[in-house]
């Protein structure tokens, strides 16, 4: 059981817009900043997100993301089938002194 | 350009020890905290220790406390994790990984597989 609550698949179709929800509490997202990593199949995390809605350089901006009290989001427009990944969201948290992910969200591009 | 890269992976009984290591090169290493991530097969991600810069600091995911223990020696730009009574559910890819709260600085490792038989 992850600490941070995100679903477990996504889907869309080429060009469409969608939102994966990342739900944690006081002591993590509540209280600290996220970021956002995408996983191809067998590679290492990637960045996608830092700060809760910081883009690093490279990063295409049809990635978006916020947060809102203890909940963070990420949106993707614009599908491409090269974003059929894992996506996970992450930060720190205050009371187990550790980083935190989300379970990770499978996106399928239809 | 910061580069991690691990090793010490292998195949290991049920209890035993394993030791894995990650070079880091390309950055200050002697400056940032560094961590150790697991992602069991076709699982997610999973923190599992961190250690400060200085090596004052250790923090451990109670999955793993008590038998695994992080360290690291500046001189030689090298991370450690060093892994005793080992179980099955130990069994996974191990990421090193560097990140800075708030800064777009975040880099990880390859990864190196630990299976863990019974």
């Known amino acids: 059981q992850s600490v941070l609550t995100q679903p477990p698949s996504a889907s869309g179709t080429p060009g469409q817009r969608v939102t994966i929800s990342c739900s944690g509490t006081?002591?993590?997202?509540?209280?600290?900043?996220v970021k956002w990593y995408q996983q191809l199949p067998g590679t290492a995390p990637k960045l996608l997100i830092y700060y809760n809605n910081q883009r690093p350089s490279g990063v295409p901006d049809r990635f978006s993301a916020s947060k809102s009290g203890t909940s963070a989001s990420l949106a993707i427009s614009g599908l491409q089938s090269e974003d059929e990944a894992d996506y996970y969201c992450?930060?720190?948290?205050?009371?187990?002194?550790?980083?935190?992910f989300g379970g990770g969200t499978k996106l399928t591009v239809l | 350009q910061a580069q991690l890269v691990e090793s010490g992976g292998g195949v290991v009984q049920r209890g035993g020890s394993l030791r894995l290591s990650c070079a880091a090169s390309g950055f200050t290493f002697s400056s940032y905290v560094m961590h150790w991530v697991r992602q069991a097969p076709g699982k997610g991600l999973e923190w599992a220790a961190l250690i400060s810069n200085d090596e004052s600091k250790r923090y451990y995911a109670d999955s793993v406390k008590g038998r695994f223990t992080i360290s690291r020696d500046n001189s030689k730009n090298t991370l450690y994790l060093q892994m005793n009574s080992l179980r099955t559910e130990d069994t996974a890819v191990y990421y090193c990984w560097t990140t800075v709260t708030g800064s777009a600085f975040d880099y990880w490792g390859q990864g190196t597989l630990v299976t863990v038989s019974s």
């Open positions: 992450a930060a720190w948290d205050d009371s187990l002194n550790g980083r935190v």
């Open positions: 006081s002591s993590n997202i509540g209280s600290n900043n």
